[in-house]
């Protein structure tokens, strides 16, 4: 019970594991689109809980706040600019990659729209942490699919690769990098931020855990 509550460390292969970044079965994109939604609606969770939001989405919100934007376009546009910087590198994409950036950004448009910002502060609390939890969920999700990175879990890994440096603190540079500068246009920085910051992983790993009791991958999957 306790190694199922701590979760998994590692991305394991589920039933739903695709073979092909490009070429997933239904079930796989069915489930795919399905995880960038879960996690699209846990970052909306935590914009509309107004306590501090995502490093990424803190960048996000400052260029929205800074050029008048949609948020979720926003997201788009920030998950277009950190593709760009694995072309010099030729790291390839897969469709994960790619709707990642259309599907999150879709549903933070919508979801911003439809789910009123929380007022009182126990509210708050309480939408952040069901934020926290679903984008973790969302991401434990997505990883099991095999369908390529996120844009920014792609940058993460080539500036690992192609600098020598721990990949811990390679992420830690690019989210505190993110968050400063979105901090800067006037992006929201507070309780929630560092909430994510000590969540997400945990809740990422119990996404995985599970993925791997429920639907192990076959001897032949």
């Known amino acids: 019970m306790r190694a199922f509550l701590l979760g998994s460390t590692t991305v394991t292969r589920t039933r739903w594991t695709s073979r092909s970044t490009w070429r997933p ?3 796989t994109l069915g489930i795919l689109v399905a995880g960038l939604v879960v996690f699209g609606i846990g970052q909306t969770l935590q914009v509309q809980a107004g306590l501090g939001n995502a490093p990424w989405t803190v960048l996000a919100q400052g260029i929205a ?3 008048g934007l949609d948020l979720g376009f926003s997201v788009f546009l920030v998950s277009a600019a950190v593709l760009a910087i694995w072309i010099p590198f030729r790291e390839r994409p897969g469709l994960g990659t790619i709707l990642n950036a259309t599907v999150v950004s879709a549903t933070l448009s919508a979801g911003t729209r439809l789910i009123p910002p929380a007022t009182e502060t126990w509210v708050q609390l309480a ?4 934020g926290v939890a679903l984008t973790g ?3 434990g999700i997505y990883l ?3 369908t390529g990175p996120g844009p920014r879990d792609g940058l993460m890994t080539l500036l690992h690769h192609h600098t020598g440096m721990p990949i811990a603190r390679v992420r830690l540079g690019l989210e505190v990098s993110a968050v400063t500068a979105g901090w800067l246009l006037g992006g929201t920085v ?6 994510f910051a000590l969540l997400v ?3 990422v790993a119990f996404s995985l855990g599970l993925a791997a009791r429920v639907a192990p ?3 032949h999957g």
Not at 190 to 195: E, H, I, K, Q, S
């Open 25 to 27: 079965g239904f079930a």
């Open 65 to 67: 706040l800074r050029l």
């Open 127 to 130: 939408t952040t942490l069901a």
């Open 137 to 139: 969920i969302g991401s």
């Open 144 to 146: 099991t699919c095999g």
């Open 190 to 195: 507070g309780l929630g931020t560092v909430l």
């Open 201 to 203: 992983g945990r809740s």
């Open 217 to 219: 991958a076959t001897q």
